[in-house]
């Protein structure tokens, strides 16, 4: 039976975490799924971890539909959100939003799209959410404004901050998203928010104050060597034993000792 976005909710209520793990391919997918991850997230972080641009801004709908394909093909059981990328949604756009999330949801396979943005992006949600689309909102460090915020820096510092990410998540809750994204926000202050908000918060290098965590599939695992966030926890180190593995195969070829009779 597939995880709803009501079953997530219903985490939240029980006091029970959320682990929500990103995820890009087929194979993937499998694996998490039969692990119980009850919550995958197809992230325009793809762009960096699987196709090695800079940022997340190069990405495109074509590519976030298509990887999404792959996931769905794979994962039977968990609930799969999709990111819209950059440009691919608007607060003023109704048309261009719905045109989008519809095709996360009827070419992708997901059950959900997140957006990136606060209270400016709550009639966008309110949109989606009236045509049967389930929004999960993200604010915090917002990575498709990176270029505005100037770097990937903690966000709600200052008490001005703080009151406007709470008020951006209450007015995300208002529109009717079904969980929120806190990144990079002070601990105390997403504690804070988790607090006020009947909706699931998933934090990602915000504290353990918030209702689930999200984190990247190649940063947990130990597969992205480029950078390694401070939020994140290496569980193992695949690229490592990926490579002595190839070093062998390399040298077992070489030498003829592969294949065998």
């Given at each position: 039976m597939r995880t709803t976005i009501y079953d997530v909710q219903k985490m939240k209520q029980s006091g029970q975490p959320i682990p929500v793990l990103t995820c890009y391919d087929y194979t993937s997918a499998k694996i998490l799924d039969s692990s119980g991850?009850?919550?995958?997230?197809?992230?325009?972080?793809?762009?960096?971890?699987?196709?090695?641009?800079?940022?997340?801004?190069?990405?495109?709908?074509?590519?976030?539909?298509?990887?999404?394909?792959?996931?769905?093909?794979?994962?039977?059981?968990?609930?799969?959100?999709?990111?819209?990328?950059?440009?691919?949604?608007?607060?003023?756009?109704?048309?261009?939003?719905?045109?989008s999330a519809a095709r996360g949801l009827a070419e992708g396979g997901a059950q959900a799209v997140k957006i990136e943005g606060g209270a400016r992006m709550a009639p966008a949600v309110a949109s989606l959410v009236g045509a049967g689309i389930p929004v999960m909102g993200h604010i915090g460090l917002t990575p498709q404004s990176i270029n505005q915020l100037g770097g990937?820096?903690?966000q709600g510092k200052d008490d001005p901050a703080k009151r406007r990410l709470l008020a951006d998540a209450l007015e995300l809750e208002s529109a009717g998203a079904f969980a929120i994204v806190l990144?990079?926000?002070?601990?105390?202050?997403?504690?804070?928010i988790s607090e006020r908000l009947k909706i699931p918060t998933i934090?990602?290098?915000a504290g353990k104050g918030c209702d689930g965590q999200v984190q990247v599939f190649h940063d947990v695992f130990g597969l992205y060597e480029d950078f390694v966030p401070k939020h994140t926890r290496r569980y193992t180190e695949c690229a490592a034993a990926i490579r002595a593995a190839a070093k062998q195969y390399v040298a077992d070829v070489a030498a003829r000792k592969f294949p065998e009779k």
């Open positions: 991850v009850p919550v995958l997230l197809v992230g325009d972080s793809l762009g960096m971890v699987v196709h090695g641009f800079e940022s997340t801004l190069p990405v495109t709908l074509e590519l976030m539909v298509h990887h999404c394909q792959a996931v769905a093909r794979g994962a039977k059981n968990a609930l799969i959100v999709i990111d819209l990328p950059f440009a691919t949604y608007s607060a003023t756009d109704s048309s261009l939003t719905l045109r990937y820096k903690v990144e990079l926000v002070p601990s105390e202050l997403a504690a804070q934090g990602i290098g």
